[in-house]
């Protein structure tokens, strides 16, 4: 199964700062089918980035994806007080499917 | 609009099973696939296996291979799954998904099933 490395495990900015969250696979994800999802405490997730980069309905602009084959990029151009939750990356191009285990924001 | 809404919490004892359900409103029940995911406290999300809501299909992951069944019920549009042989590991919280393909990005989530397992 590929497995996906999230780094940094945690993440400490302001607001107003630019975040930039890594998640790289072992092996390369087929046709892009990388999703990331944001979490917030006793919520489910909510699916932000699909196919790498094309956003979901209703996500923002500051919200923005990149990558392909093993690297992958979740950019937040510029932090908003609600953007503060846990991020986690995803691939769907091959079964199992398998999530990173998790990158949290936190605010500084 | 498009809503999962699963059942309620469940206390179980080790050993036993326990069955959760998802049912879906705002769309058409059959176009789509039903993932099921589960995150234990404090820990991340764990993919379990997908459900063809067209014909009924199934693919688990193979850590819950024998253990875990997943159905659904097209009159009622709801998704069921169940896990049985229950031990304390298998605490957590039990999400359903949705995806638009086989290989698709899970567009909604369901609120998530709280499951105990206790003595």
């Known amino acids: 199964e590929i497995v996906l490395t999230q780094s940094p495990g945690t993440l400490s900015l302001s607001p107003g700062e630019r975040a930039t969250l890594s998640c790289r696979a072992s092996?390369?994800?087929?046709?892009?089918?990388l999703a990331w999802y944001q979490q917030k405490p006793g919520q489910a997730p909510r699916l932000l980035i699909y196919?790498?980069?094309s956003r979901a309905t209703g996500i923002p602009d500051r919200f923005s994806g990149s990558g392909s084959g093993t690297d992958f990029t979740l950019t937040i151009s510029r932090l908003e007080p609600e953007d503060f939750a846990v991020y986690y990356c995803?691939?769907?191009?091959?079964?199992?499917?398998?999530f990173g285990q998790g990158t949290k924001l936190e605010i500084k | 609009q498009v809503q999962l809404v699963q059942s309620g919490a469940e206390v179980r004892k080790p050993g036993a099973s326990v069955k959760v359900s998802c049912k879906a409103s705002?769309?058409?029940?059959?176009?789509?696939?039903i993932h099921w995911v589960r995150q234990a406290p404090g820990q991340g999300l764990e993919w379990m296996g997908i459900?063809?809501?067209?014909?009924?299909?199934?693919s688990y992951a193979q850590k819950f291979q024998g253990r875990v069944t997943m159905t659904r019920d097209t009159s009622t549009s709801t998704v069921y799954m169940e896990l049985s042989s229950l031990t304390s590991e298998d605490t957590a919280v039990y999400y359903c998904?949705?995806?638009?393909?086989?290989?698709?990005?899970?567009?909604?989530w369901g609120q998530g099933t709280l499951v105990t397992v206790s003595s």
């Open positions: 998904a949705r995806a638009p393909f086989r290989l698709g990005h899970f567009d909604y």
């Open positions: 092996q390369s994800v087929s046709s892009s089918y």
């Open positions: 995803q691939q769907y191009g091959s079964s199992p499917s398998t």
């Open positions: 196919g790498a980069s």
């Open positions: 705002g769309y058409t029940f059959t176009s789509y696939y």
């Open positions: 459900i063809n809501l067209s014909g009924g299909s199934t």
